[in-house]
């Protein structure tokens, strides 16, 4: 089995930054793309932003100029920069990984971890 294992959520002023992390652990043979989405009570998941194994990224474009996500395919981790952040960024963040090849199994499969909360005060 594979987890994601997010970190880095907390309470910040506007204006401020933080960094998520989400580390995946498990008979890992590949991850095709990885990313961040996010989620308020009774809302639909968004996507915020997504890089695949080559490092094209995409970005919601109400996160564009202010986050960057990376990766290091090394260690199946990825990252969320999050900059001048505002209080409509305000959300559960969650990670997930498209596209995963397992040692020893076929197919691919996908992976989403259990959220992290970011709350930005005015």
């Known amino acids: 089995q594979v987890q994601l294992v997010e970190s880095g959520g907390a309470l910040v002023q506007a204006g401020g930054s933080l960094r998520l992390s989400c580390a995946a652990s498990?008979?890992?043979?590949?991850?095709?793309?990885m990313g961040w989405f996010r989620q308020a009570p009774g809302k639909q998941r968004d996507l915020v932003a997504t890089?695949?194994?080559?490092?094209?990224?995409n970005y919601a474009d109400s996160v564009k100029g202010r986050f960057t996500i990376s990766r290091d395919n090394a260690k199946n981790t990825v990252y969320l920069q999050m900059n001048s952040l505002k209080t409509e960024d305000t959300d559960v963040y969650y990670c997930?990984?498209?596209?995963?090849?397992?040692?020893?199994?076929?197919?691919?499969?996908?992976?989403w971890g259990q959220g992290t909360q970011v709350t930005v005060s005015s």
């Open positions: 997930a990984a498209e596209g995963v090849r397992l040692i020893g199994l076929g197919g691919s499969f996908q992976y």
């Open positions: 498990g008979r890992i043979f590949s991850i095709n793309a």
């Open positions: 890089i695949a194994s080559g490092g094209s990224t």
